[in-house]
């Protein structure tokens, strides 16, 4: 099949290709890239005109659910997500029931996800069960097809597995991903400071992020092994991220959308769909944030997609469970907050996007090149879109952006011989 993408604007930041661009592909393979390329017999011609062309978007922090929480997300619904959200591909974290500790939970993600246009990649457990007692079987895993390790939800237990955990996953060139969160001082609803005393709710201080991100560079700088810091959160973690790089050490790191875009004072309304963990900071942490973002300290923006019933989260504030979705709602937040703001370029946003999550899980990045297999994400910057949950491909609605105003929205994905585009899936 061949379809051509005319007046489409280039953006591939590994590439030397940029401007206005007609782009042919013939059976998922781009075959012609050119300034024009005229009135060609295709099958399909989309007309994109002032819509841009980038690698496909991937997002390496999601949650899935599948297996034993099918009734919140399924491989396929976060999928679906995923390609309405304009993400090609995406990893899905191990803090699943049972966890992704072996490769029998590994093969059946894999098995779900095949054929879909949206590629999904395991995360590991650090350890079994992510209990934090013993090293979970790292050769099996990546055997059977992780691209990275973490007990996600919580921190590695002790410094010792972690240790451990960093030889063995370097034998592999794999990263350790970190929720950073000190145990000892986690359990709160809210970040610690004047407005969790005004609302009496029990707080997690930022301290508690600080020291485990303190922890883990100091055991990267003694092992040589490689961290990723997912969900930064503090002003504090960003600024020690940024000196851990300044001395060569293998860290990156990663951001959400909520954690440059909302504080702690949206809890003020007590909606259970502002509570997540890490809590939403304070101004200064936002602040914080987007320098990091400008200057490179964090690599990724990731959505940490965490969906959930409405029974779960329609409870008391305390009660209720952390998270929110994020994979429809990403790239709008990342176009309206930081692009149009000015505190980054559309370049820099693609990179964030598409290029640097790859790098980090070793993955190989999308190039927009004649003879490349199709691997691209379309969107429109200037969109001006009403956030609608009712209308999200998510199985779960908990989002606090519902009819947020948003400028910026993917238009379509092309990946593995499909396309999605105004809401339905074809085959090209």
């Known amino acids: 099949m061949k379809i051509l993408l005319k007046n489409v604007n280039v953006i591939d930041p590994s590439g030397n290709i940029e401007g206005t661009k007609d782009i042919l592909i013939e059976d998922g393979t781009i075959s012609e890239i050119e300034n024009s390329l005229g009135s060609i017999p295709v099958d399909e011609t989309f007309n994109f005109s002032g819509k841009y062309v980038s690698p496909g978007f991937y997002d390496m922090h999601v949650h899935l659910r599948e297996p034993g929480r099918e009734d919140e997300e399924t ?42 246009l949206v590629d999904v990649n395991p995360i590991g457990a650090v350890t079994l069960g992510r209990k934090g007692e013993t090293l979970a079987p790292m050769a099996e895993l990546v055997e059977a097809g992780a691209v990275a390790f973490s007990d996600d939800g919580v921190a590695v237990k002790t410094a010792a597995i972690l240790r451990n955990a960093l030889e063995y996953s370097q034998m592999y060139n794999k990263p350790v991903i970190e929720h950073c969160e000190d145990e000892s001082l986690a359990g709160g609803s809210m970040n610690e400071g ?14 508690a992020e600080d020291l485990t991100v303190m922890r883990d560079i100091l055991m990267v700088e003694y092992t040589g092994g490689r961290v990723h810091i997912a969900h930064i959160s503090t002003k504090n973690a960003v600024e020690l991220v940024r000196q851990a790089k300044k001395k060569g050490l293998n860290i990156t790191a990663e951001v959400t959308p909520h ?86 370029s559309l370049k820099q946003m693609v990179e964030k996007f598409a290029v640097n999550p790859r790098k980090i899980l070793n993955l190989p990045v999308p190039r927009i090149k004649k003879g490349e297999k199709a691997n691209l994400t379309i969107f429109d910057p200037d969109e001006v879109w009403t956030v609608d949950i009712s209308k999200f491909k998510s199985k779960s609605k908990n989002s606090p952006f519902d009819k947020r105003l948003l400028t910026g929205k993917s238009v379509a994905v092309i990946n593995n011989y499909k396309m999605f585009y105004k809401d339905e899936f074809f085959e090209i």
């Open 75 to 116: 491989v396929v619904t976060g999928s679906n997500a995923a390609a309405a959200g304009g993400f090609t591909g995406i990893a899905c974290m191990p803090n699943t029931d049972p966890a992704i500790d072996s490769a029998e939970v590994i093969n059946l993600i894999n098995q779900k996800a095949a054929g879909h």
């Open 194 to 207: 004047i407005t969790s005393t005004m609302l009496g709710l029990p707080p997690v201080p930022s301290v």
């Open 259 to 344: 954690h440059f875009t909302l504080t702690e004072e949206q809890l003020k309304s007590f909606d259970t769909n502002f509570k997540m963990n890490p809590p939403l900071r304070s101004q200064s942490d936002v602040k914080a944030i987007i320098e990091g973002l400008k200057d490179g300290t964090i690599d990724c923006i990731a959505s940490d997609h965490a969906p959930h019933s409405p029974e779960e989260k329609d409870m008391e504030f305390t009660l209720a469970p952390n998270g929110i979705i994020g994979l429809e709602t990403q790239l709008g937040l990342a176009l309206t907050e930081l692009v149009h703001k000015g505190h980054i």
